[in-house]
C-alpha cells in the first residue's frame, strides 16, 4: 500500500471517529465550514449510501436530499467567454487570444468569465434552477498542441508551441479560479489530457502513437505547467489511446504520472461518452462494467456519460473493484465541490454578492475589443497602405465578402449569445459616421466560383475591404463543423475556391486599394490570394467586437501588434501525415522547411530597433537563469507594441529541436522612445527527455539565445555554454 493510501485510511479513520461524535451531538461535521477541508469531505462520503455514492459519479450529479445535496450538472463551458448559458460577453476564440501574446491580458479575460459565470449561477441558483451550462465547473481551457493545421479544433486552442500554450493557459486557469484562499472562484479544467489533435471523424478509436521523448517534451508540457504552477482544480481525459490504452483507463497517465508524480489532487473527468467507446470502440475491455472499474482504478473521478453511475456497483460486486477506491475517487470529486463552497453559507463566499450587473457590461465589452485588437495579425500591407484615412475615401468604402456581416466568424464555437455583436460592416460604418458612403454586398459565398457580386459597386470606391476565410461550420469539432468535408477537419490549406476566384475578380476590376481580411481558426493558404490584395489582416473568429477592433486598425486608432501562434506553411505536402504524432516535421520546433509566414509573425505600423544592454555571461549551471537586457526603440511614427521573442537554439544532439520559445514579452512603446526588456530563461527549462535513464536532463553543450521578433527573426544572438 503506498504512502497516499495510507494517509487516506487514517484520515478516512479519523473521520469516522469525528463522525461518530458530531452524530452524538446531532451536528453534521460537513456543513461545519471551521473544520479542516479534507475532514468535512470524508465525513459527508462516509455519510451516503452505496447507491449515492454512485449517484454522484456522473456529470448529471443525482440529489441526496436527506444530506442537502442538491442535483448538480458538472458540465459547463467557457473556451472564450460563458458559452450556451446565454447573455455573456463573447472574446475571440483562443486562438485569437494567444496570438496577442499577452498572458496578463488573457488573466484579465479570464477574470472577467469567471465573474460572468458567478453572476449566473447566483441568478440560476436563486430561482432553483440546477441545469446544464449554469454551474462552477468548467471545461476549459483546451491547452493541446495544435501540431497539423488540418484540426478543425486547433482554433480552440494556444497554437502549436508548448512554452506559449503553458503561459497563456496557466494565466488562463488563474483568472477562472480566483485568488480567494478558500474558495474558488469557478473549477477550471485543462483539457484533452492527452496526446490529442485529430483526427476528428477518428477520435473515439483513434490510438495515438508516441514515445517517451515527444511525449513529455510536447504533449505533456502545458499539462504540467497547469497543474504545477496554475494548480488547475480538474483534468479532462481524452477520448484517443496513446500506444494502445485508452485515456481514460490509463493509469500511467492518470495517476503515475498526473497525481504521484506531479501532485495533482483535483479531479479528473472523462470526455462525454469516453468510457463508452472504450468497450465499444477501443474494443479495450469486455463491457461498461469492467470499463467502470478501470476508469476507477487508473484515476477517473467523474463520467461525462452514465457508466459510472449504471456500473459500478456491479463492478463492486464482481470484486473487480472495492467500495474503499470508490470513496477515494468520490473524495477527490466532492473536494471540488467543498471548494466552490457548495456545503457553506453562501452569504461567507465573496463570489455570492454578483449578479446582473456583474455580466456582458461596459467594461467587459471593451475588454472583449482590446482582445480582439492586439490579437489580429497584420501580414501584409504594401506601400503602407494601411492606416486608411478617413479623408481619402471621399468616394466611399466599399466592404464585401461572405464573413463581412454574418456572426459565426466572429463568435465561433463553444460561445455564448449576444444582442451587442458588431460585425465588420457595423463596425467600420460605425468609426467613419454618416458623412461618408460605406456600401455592403455579399459577393460571393462558399462553392459558388462564378457569380459574384459587389464589383461594380466596388470599382467606384475609394477602398474595398474583403471579408472572408473559413467559419466554424467549414472547420472545428465533429459533428459541429456541419459543411466540413472532412468530418469537422481540413483536407488542405485551401480557402474556399470561389473565395480565390472573387478576389481574382475584384483585383481584375478594381483599381484602388484592395484589403483583404482574413477570419479563420487556423493555418491557410495565403498566397492563393496575396497577389490581389494590397494589405492583408488576419483577424481569426475575433469575439463579438471584432468588428470595432478591425475599424480601430483599418483607421490607425491602434497599430497591429498581433503575431501568430501557428506556422503558415508553405503547402501541405510539407507537413506529414495528419495521423503522425511523431513531431519531426512538425510545427517550428521540428520543421525547417519553406513557409509563407514563420511562427511568432506580425508586422506593424511602425518599426523597432533592438540593442543589446546587457548580454548572458559565458557559462551556466543548472541552478542558474540566463539574464539579458534588450533595448528596443520605437523607430517609427506611431506608438505600438512590440513583442519579443527569445529562442533557443541546442547543441547538436539527436532529436534537439531546431529553435525553441522560451521566453517573450509584449512591451507598448511610443513613437519616438525607447524601452528596456529583461529577459530570463531558467537554465533548468532547456532540460531534455533522456530516453536512457527516463528522466530529465540538461545537456552539455554550447547554446544560442536568439531574440527578435518572429521564430525566423534574429536581431541579437548571443552565444553560452552550459557545464
Partial sequence: MNFKNVLFNSIFFTAVIFTSTTQAQDKLLYKDASQPLDIRVHDLVSRLTLQEKAGLLGYQSVAVPRLGIPAYNWWNEALHGVARAGDATIFPQAIGMSATFNPELLKQVATVISTEARAKYNLAIAQDRHIQYMGLTFWTPNINIFRDPRWGRGQETYGEDPFLTARMGTAFVKGMQGDDRKYLKVSATAKHFAVHSGPEALRDSFNAVVDEKDLRETYLYAFHALVTDGKVESVMAAYNSINGVPNSINKMLLTDILRKEWGFTGHVVTDCGALDDVFQTHKALPGAVEAAAAAIKAGINLDCSTVLQDDVIAAINKNLITEKEVDQRLFELLRTEFKLGFYDDPNSISYHSYGVDSVHNAAHIALAR????????????????????????????????????????????????????????????????????????????????????????????????????????????????????????????????????????????????????????????????????????????????????????????????????????????????????????????????????????????????????????????????????????????????????????????????????????????????????????????????????????????KYKLIVGSNSQDEKIIMDFEVK
Fill in 370 to 701: 482590446k482582445v480582439a485588437q492586439q490579437g489580429m495579425v497584420l501580414l501584409k500591407n504594401d506601400k503602407n497602405i494601411l492606416p486608411l484615412k478617413k479623408s481619402d475615401c471621399s468616394s466611399g468604402i466599399m466592404v464585401v465578402g461572405p464573413n463581412a456581416a454574418t456572426i459565426d466568424p466572429l463568435i465561433a464555437n463553444y460561445s455564448g449569445v449576444s444582442d451587442r455583436i458588431v460585425n465588420f460592416v457595423e463596425g467600420i460604418t460605425g468609426a467613419v459616421g454618416p458623412g461618408t458612403r460605406v456600401e455592403y454586398d455579399l459577393g460571393c459565398n462558399y462553392t459558388d466560383t462564378t457569380h459574384f457580386g459587389g464589383i461594380w459597386a466596388a470599382s467606384n470606391s475609394s477602398v474595398t475591404v474583403a471579408v472572408m476565410g473559413l467559419s466554424p461550420v467549414l472547420e472545428g469539432e465533429a459533428g459541429d463543423a456541419f459543411l466540413s468535408n472532412n468530418g469537422g477537419d481540413k483536407k488542405d490549406l485551401s480557402l474556399p475556391a470561389s473565395e480565390i476566384a472573387y478576389m481574382k475578380a475584384l483585383r481584375a476590376d478594381v483599381k484602388t486599394p484592395i484589403i483583404a481580411v482574413i477570419t479563420t481558426g487556423s493555418d491557410v493558404d495565403i498566397d492563393a490570394i496575396a497577389p490581389y490584395a494590397d494589405a492583408i489582416i488576419m483577424a481569426w473568429y475575433p469575439g463579438e467586437q471584432g468588428g470595432n477592433a478591425l475599424a480601430d486598425i483599418l483607421f490607425g486608432n491602434v497599430s497591429p501588434s498581433g503575431h501568430l501562434p501557428v506556422t503558415f506553411y508553405k503547402s501541405i505536402s510539407n507537413v506529414p501525415a495528419y495521423t503522425d504524432y511523431n513531431m519531426k516535421g512538425h510545427t517550428y520546433r521540428y520543421y525547417n522547411g519553406p513557409v509563407q509566414y514563420p511562427f511568432g509573425f506580425g508586422l506593424s505600423y511602425t518599426t523597432f530597433n533592438y540593442e543589446l544592454a546587457d548580454g548572458l555571461k559565458k557559462s551556466y549551471k543548472t541552478a542558474d537563469t540566463l539574464s539579458a537586457s534588450i533595448k528596443i526603440h520605437n523607430t517609427g511614427a506611431v506608438d505600438g507594441d512590440e513583442v519579443l521573442q527569445a529562442y533557443i537554439e541546442y547543441p547538436a544532439f539527436d532529436r534537439m529541436p531546431y529553435k525553441e520559445l522560451k521566453f517573450f514579452k509584449r512591451v507598448s512603446i511610443a513613437k519616438g522612445d525607447m524601452k528596456n526588456a529583461d529577459v530570463h530563461i531558467p537554465v533548468k527549462e532547456l532540460q531534455k527527455w533522456d530516453m536512457v535513464t527516463h528522466k530529465w536532463k540538461v545537456y552539455s553543450g
